[in-house]
């Protein structure tokens, strides 16, 4: 399919370039099934993420575009045509593919498109996904810088930090219970952080967004990795040259945070979300002294 796709790069020939897709996934070949699946789900509203574009704000019997607007296969959206080829590379162990079911049909049942596939049908699918290997959550992951001092925890925030507010209640009491016991006291400075989207076609994760906090006491002085907690909020405490988890021992998923110590050229402390595809998403930590 990689070459087909350079093919039709180069000479722009798209009926050539769609009966080969066609073909490929008729025959079961994954990568075409999941090109034409991809290519036939219809466009989310930005703002409205129970409509499907045009019918942002009103209602019209215009049919729903494809998610990807420059579509070289020239084919209308279509919900049912999206879950018939996503679940047959569902069936060949798509992770990718089952997860993205799932995620449709909740789509469908917010919008209230008709459908056959059921709310049980969605909770399979998204339990299908992970024993394939692909476990998508939304995450929140902010960065405090410890300042130590008095007998009890405070909150606040970086002085001079130009961009973004404190998270509302980023620790809940039994939290902030824990950390006292740690031997934490003082203010904790909040200075930033990342959020991660794992895709465009992936504006639905199962369950609620996993809370990360990170608190840091001095520059790492080199790369760190910390796992990322599958489904469940963890705080990340510095100690000397180790983190330590709060809660420890929870299940994780197979990707990363990566903290990037601070350089000459970048004084400060950045934090990354490794993505499903592998890339990252994130930016400003905290910085020392």
């Known amino acids: 399919m990689s070459e087909a796709l350079m093919t039709f790069a180069s000479n722009g020939n798209r009926n050539a370039y769609k009966t080969t897709v066609f073909k490929a996934a008729e025959g079961g070949n994954l990568a075409a099934e999941l090109i034409l699946a991809e290519q036939y789900i219809p466009e989310q509203c930005t703002f409205e993420p129970n409509q499907d574009t045009p019918h942002c704000g009103k209602k019209g019997d215009e ?9 070289p296969l020239g084919i209308d959206a279509s919900y049912e045509e999206a879950c018939h080829w996503l679940e047959k590379a569902s069936a ?45 959550e939304s995450i929140s992951v902010t960065c405090y810088k410890s300042v130590p001092g008095g007998s009890g925890i405070t909150l606040g925030r970086l002085p001079s930090l130009i961009v973004g507010a404190p998270p509302v209640n980023p620790f809940n009491p039994e939290e902030i219970e824990a950390l006292s016991q740690a031997g934490i006291k003082g203010a904790l400075l909040y200075g930033g952080g990342s959020g991660s989207g794992d895709s465009v076609l992936l504006m639905r994760p199962e369950g609620k967004t996993v809370n990360v906090r990170i608190i840091l006491d001095h520059d790492p002085g080199t790369e760190i990795l910390l796992p990322l907690p599958a489904h469940h909020d963890v705080i990340y405490v510095q100690h000397g040259d180790e983190f330590l988890g709060f809660p420890s021992g929870g299940r994780v998923l197979p990707r990363f945070i990566n903290l990037s110590p601070q350089t000459a050229d970048t004084p400060q402390v950045s934090v990354f979300t490794q993505l499903m595809d592998g890339g990252h998403s994130g930016g400003f930590c905290t910085r020392f002294p």
Do not use: C, K, W
């Open 63 to 71: 049919t729903p575009r494809v998610i990807f607007r420059s579509n």
């Open 92 to 136: 060949q162990g798509s992770g990718e593919a089952s997860e993205v079911l799932a995620q449709l049909i909740t789509r469908m049942h917010a919008n209230g498109h008709s459908t056959p596939y059921t709310s049980a049908d969605s909770a399979r699918f998204h339990a299908l996904a992970r024993s394939q290997g692909f476990d998508v």
